[in-house]
């Protein structure tokens, strides 16, 4: 539970970072000290894997650029990166840097784990898109543990 916990708190932490611009660090601070764990508007927030919740963070704002580009490389034509909601591209921004930066993460988890989170904030449309996209993803990043071998049918995609 701590570990989704950090992953849910990285995606509201990757929309905040959008909408104000802040520092990574500010915001991984401000989460930890005052909302992982703790009692905000009367919600009890759960504890998280702060480690994780700090590497996502750092990482997808780290590399969102490289992020976006995958992520727009598997989007239909008539869909953008900027086109997309605002959490809907944290979602997508997180799961494609555990994807490609976190190998000690299986690909199949980190998609259940965002296609969870996703759920929680978003309807069924945009759910399915963020499936669609991450699965794609994996299969592009990491096909052997997808359980296709090296030239297979994601290598030809």
Not at 30 to 39: D, L, P, S, Y
Not at 55 to 68: F, I, W
Not at 72 to 78: C, K, N, W
Not at 129 to 157: C, I
Request: proline letters at 4%; glycine letters at 8%; charged letters at 25%.
């Amino acid at each position: 539970m701590q570990r989704r916990a950090a992953r849910l708190a990285a995606v509201q932490a990757l929309y905040q970072w959008e909408q104000s611009g802040g520092g990574a660090a500010a915001i991984i601070r401000e989460f930890t000290e005052h909302r992982m764990g703790k009692t905000v508007d009367g919600m009890e927030l759960p504890s998280a894997d702060t480690k994780l919740f700090a590497d996502l963070v750092q990482g997808a704002v780290g590399h969102v650029a490289e992020l976006d580009d995958m992520i727009a490389g598997v989007l239909t034509e008539d869909w953008s990166i900027e086109r997309l909601e605002s959490i809907l591209r944290a979602v997508l921004r997180c799961g494609a840097y555990e994807l490609a930066h976190r190998p000690d993460i299986p690909p199949k988890v980190a998609i259940s784990e965002y296609l969870a989170v996703a759920d929680a904030f978003l309807g069924e449309p945009e759910t399915r898109l963020a499936n669609g996209v991450l699965d794609q993803l994996a299969h592009a990043l990491r096909p052997s543990e997808m359980g296709e071998a090296r030239g297979g049918p994601a290598a030809s995609r």
